[in-house]
């Protein structure tokens, strides 16, 4: 349950960046917004507050480098993170960089999770590399899913299952795109992030 009392605070990539930056709010046009707007609408009086800082490009480790300023000195009683993409696409479009392959990615992963004590976490599993689950991006993105999954049960955290609900609409062979690139969101794209961290998160029914 979230009240007003509530400051959740949503870290990632530009997935929930969503050109944040381009309007006042600072919201962004992606799922962040749709999941504060169910707030507002539930109930405008006790909604709980909503703080985006996704930046596009971030990998795991870019987290780390900013995650006292961003995270912690936000003071945040709720923080989503949504993070991983990066680190695998980043292996596929500039190979002459230095990696973030999963060993690096669970270590990172778990060092900002330590500092977050006394925070609820929700972790949301990275959502697609192209929409075809057997694209080589998806099968590299496994063993990430895989890490959140099972850092979301040590931390006692609530899991985002977005990759097992993207999949799954993948497979149902809908005509309707959920990115605009292979990794982008459309408005479908936002809308089921958003529906399914609602779900998870306990805010609406399954």
């Not at 900013?66 to 479009?93: A, C, F, H, M, Y």
Request: charged share 25%; glycine share 8%; hydrophobic share 40%.
């Amino acid at each position: 349950m979230f009240t007003k009392e509530d400051r959740i605070l949503f870290i990632g990539d530009s997935i929930t960046d969503s050109e944040r930056q381009a309007e006042p709010e600072e919201i962004g046009d992606g799922y962040v917004r749709l999941v504060r707007d169910h707030f507002i609408c539930q109930s405008p009086a006790n909604a709980p507050a909503i703080v985006n800082k996704g930046i596009g490009g971030n990998r795991v480790t870019d987290l780390a480098e900013r995650w006292e300023q961003d995270v912690l000195k936000g003071q945040p009683t709720v923080l989503s993170i949504s993070i991983g993409i990066n680190d695998v696409w980043r292996q596929l479009d500039s190979q002459g960089i230095d990696q973030i392959l999963p060993g690096k990615f669970e270590t990172v992963y778990r060092a900002l999770l330590d500092q977050s004590s006394g925070i609820r976490l929700i972790l949301m599993e990275p959502t697609i590399i192209e929409e075809d689950p057997q694209s080589k991006g998806n099968q590299m993105l496994k063993p990430y899913v895989d890490i959140v999954r099972k850092l979301a049960e040590e931390y006692g955290a609530v899991l985002v299952p977005v990759h097992q609900a993207f999949i799954g609409y993948l497979k149902e062979g809908s005509e309707y795109k959920l990115t605009t690139d292979g990794v982008h969101m459309t408005s479908i794209g936002n809308m089921l992030m958003a529906r399914t961290w609602l779900t998870a998160a306990g805010a609406v029914s399954k």
